[in-house]
C-alpha cells in the first residue's frame, strides 16, 4: 500500500485582487520507509503543496491519499498522517513534553494510557526523557525541535511530512534530525521533507522531487539523479611529475594533457589503457568526475523545463 498518492493537485489564491497560481500540476507517490526530499527554489509551491497533502489546504482539483484515504473527505484518513510544518509550532509552549505529547496523543484518538506511554517511549528514543517536566518553552531550538518530531509520531503515523526539519538548528541538532529521520524512515514510516539545504537532501533521500513555480520538474531516485547528472570522465592525479616519453604515449591514445600532474580522460574505455601506461609511478588519486545535488539542482532549475517528459 503507497503510504502517500498526490495527483495533479492545483491551487490558486487571490491576493489584492489577482490570482496567485501557487500550485499548477503536483503529483507525488510515496511508498513505506522511504524519504523523499521535495524541493525547489523559494514561492515554488512546496509548502501550498504539503498543505493540500495534509488535508489542511482544499486543492481547487486534484486528489490526495494518505494509506488509501482521502484527508480532505475522512478525517480518519489523518490518524496515518504525522506532520512538521510550521518550525515547532504545533507544540503548547506552557506545557511540559510529557503533557504535549498526552495531550496530542489523545487528541490523535489514543486513550491516555497509550498517549502516555507512547509519549515516554519516545522521550526516551529521542533523548529527551531529563527534560519530561521542562516547560517547552524553556528547551534549546533542538530539543523543541526534537519534540515536534516526536508529538507528530506519538500516534505512529504511517506517513511523516516535514517542511525544513532543519531550519534555524545548529550542526549538532540537525545531525540529531538527520539520524532521528534515518530512523524513523527504517521503522516503515513514509517520510516527505521539504529543505533548502541540498546536502542534507542529497545524505537523506531516497528520491527528489524538484518544483518549481508550481510544478514537478524531475523526480527520479536520488543517486540515479546524481548519475545522470554526472558526467563519464574520470580524473587521474598522480604524485609526482609525469615524464615525457609517457606524455607523448597518452596523447598517441588520444589525450590531451595539459598538466604533468593531472591527466583527464573524458573517454572512459581508455582508463586501463592510461593506468598501464603510468605503471609503476605513483597514483594518487583515480575518480569519476560526480555532480552534487546543488550544481543538479541549479541546472534543473535553471533550464526550467520537465526532465522527465
Ligand atoms: N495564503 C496565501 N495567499 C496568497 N498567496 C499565497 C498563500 N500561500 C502561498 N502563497 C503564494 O503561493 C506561492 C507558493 O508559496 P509556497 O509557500 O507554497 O512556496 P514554497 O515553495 O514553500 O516557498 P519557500 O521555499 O519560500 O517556503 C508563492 O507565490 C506564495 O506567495
Not at 503543496?49 to 484518513?77: C, E, F, T
Not at 490523535?108 to 521542562?134: C, S, Y
Not at 533542538?142 to 516526536?150: D, S, V
Not at 527504517?186 to 542529497?202: K, P, R
Amino acid at each position: 500500500m503507497k503510504a502517500l498518492e498526490a495527483y495533479n493537485l492545483k491551487k490558486t489564491f487571490r491576493r489584492n485582487k489577482q490570482n496567485v497560481p501557487a500550485v499548477k500540476d503536483v503529483s507525488l507517490t510515496i511508498y513505506p520507509g522511504e524519504i523523499l526530499a521535495f524541493l525547489g527554489p523559494n514561492g515554488a509551491g512546496k509548502t501550498t503543496s504539503i498543505k493540500m497533502m495534509a488535508g489542511l489546504i482544499q486543492p481547487d482539483s486534484g486528489s490526495v491519499r494518505i494509506v488509501g484515504k482521502d484527508p480532505h473527505r475522512n478525517a480518519s484518513a489523518l490518524q496515518n498522517l504525522g506532520a512538521v510544518l510550521e518550525g515547532n509550532r504545533n507544540l503548547y509552549w506552557r506545557l511540559t513534553p510529557e503533557e504535549n505529547l498526552e495531550y496530542f496523543g489523545v487528541l490523535k484518538g489514543l486513550n491516555r494510557r497509550e498517549a502516555r506511554l507512547a509519549g515516554r517511549d519516545l522521550l526516551e528514543r529521542f533523548d529527551l526523557l531529563a527534560k519530561r517536566h521542562t516547560p517547552v518553552e524553556q528547551l534549546s531550538r533542538g530539543m523543541q525541535q526534537k519534540l515536534a518530531f516526536a508529538v507528530a509520531l506519538v500516534h505512529r503515523p504511517k506517513l511523516l511530512l516535514l517542511d525544513e526539519p532543519t531550519l534555524g538548528l545548529d550542526v549538532e541538532a540537525t545531525e540529531d534530525v538527520k539520524i532521528l529521520v534515518r530512523e524513523i524512515a527504517a521503522t516503515g514510516c513514509a517520510i516527505l521533507l521539504t529543505t533548502h539545504q541540498l546536502q542534507i537532501a542529497e545524505i537523506l533521500s531516497d528520491r527528489i522531487a524538484i518544483i518549481q513555480k508550481g510544478e514537478i520538474l524531475a523526480e527520479a531516485p536520488t543517486q540515479k539523479l546524481i548519475q545522470q547528472f554526472s558526467g563519464t570522465a574520470y580524473k587521474i592525479e598522480m604524485e609526482t611529475a609525469l615524464d615525457e616519453t609517457r606524455i607523448i604515449e597518452l596523447e598517441t591514445i588520444g589525450l590531451e594533457i595539459e598538466s604533468r600532474r593531472f591527466i583527464y580522460i573524458d573517454r572512459p574505455e581508455l582508463l586501463y589503457k592510461v593506468l598501464a601506461i603510468l605503471q609503476p609511478l605513483p597514483i594518487q588519486s583515480v575518480a569519476k568526475e560526480q555532480a552534487n545535488l546543488t550544481e543538479i539542482f541549479l541546472q534543473i532549475v535553471k533550464q526550467g523545463n520537465n526532465i522527465n517528459d
